[in-house]
């Protein structure tokens, strides 16, 4: 028997994909697929496949598929999910099911977003191996800079306000917390929506604060994983630079959906803040 990941969704869904198959790859000693099929080039959506260029040795570990075979296990799968339905997990954030298809003999493919993270040997063992896979390509600084992630973008359309957004209030007050406890002395913003970033609204914090420059996503996310303090947003983006950074200070929102604690996430030695929602 193979198993078989699915990837899909932004970066932070991606690498939830990759640590499902550092799981597998641990309990059952066998080389895993991933499968990228659903990916398109860059030029032609706005999620393009971001993990191999995050981890360089992806495809020296697992097996990566992006073949005619691998359509065809993609459009099996997607209509599997479709007829038989997806294993949902009392307690887990909506959208957190698994799909498996087992309609090829030899194969069992998942398809899902694996969001949940226990802190449990093997969950530990395999973020271990994924942070291996990126050939330290975070540089973990001796600094005293904060970062705090606002995440707008897409979550401000309708078919996406499941998702909420936190205020910036809510991330002021955090911040506050950080810099008293931790003495940072400086605060990087990261944001998908700068236009719609007021420095002015930082100032209280009396520390300077800059807007990080932007660019490529895994540019981004590398500047954020290599701050010693990092506030999250509800975004798996924020949440895997804080988990493969390792800053000394981590704070999750405590709502990651409208009315859903983050806590259904794992995560359980991550500091949680209040906010409104």
């Known amino acids: 028997m193979i198993d ?3 990837l899909t969704g932004g970066l932070g869904n991606q690498l939830f994909g990759v640590l499902e198959a550092c799981r597998l790859s641990l309990k059952n000693r066998r080389r895993i697929i991933l499968n990228i099929a659903e990916f398109k080039p860059a030029s032609e959506t706005t999620r393009p496949l971001l993990v191999d260029i995050l981890l360089p040795e992806l495809s020296n570990y697992f097996i990566v598929d992006a073949g ?13 999910r479709k007829i038989f339905g997806a294993r ?7 959208g957190d099911e698994v799909a498996i298809c087992s309609l090829i003999p030899w194969i069992k493919t998942h398809r899902a977003y694996f969001q949940y993270f226990d802190d449990t040997p093997l969950d530990m063992a395999a973020v271990n191996l994924l942070i291996s896979l990126m050939t330290n390509k975070i540089v ?15 979550y401000l359309f309708p078919q996406h306000s499941i998702h909420g957004t936190i205020s910036v209030h809510d991330l002021i007050v ?5 810099i008293m406890n931790e003495s940072f002395d400086k605060v990087i913003i990261f944001s998908d929506s700068p236009e719609q970033i007021d420095l002015a609204d930082f100032l209280t914090l009396g520390i300077p ?3 990080d420059e932007g660019g490529d996503a895994i540019g981004v996310f590398l500047r954020m994983a290599e701050c010693s303090g990092i506030i999250a947003s509800n975004s798996t983006f924020s949440l895997w630079a804080a988990l493969l950074g390792r800053p000394r200070y981590v704070a999750l929102p405590e709502f990651w959906m409208t009315g859903t604690s983050s806590r259904s996430l794992g995560f359980p030695n991550m500091r949680r803040f209040p906010c409104t929602r």
């Open 4 to 6: 078989e990941i699915i």
């Open 68 to 80: 005619i075979f691998a359509k065809f296990r993609c459009l099996l799968s997607r209509l599997s």
């Open 88 to 94: 949902r997990v009392s307690g887990r954030i909506p």
């Open 140 to 154: 973990q600084k001796e600094n005293h800079t904060l970062a705090i992630h606002v995440r707008r973008g897409d």
């Open 174 to 178: 955090e911040a506050n917390i950080a």
């Open 209 to 211: 604060c800059v807007l």
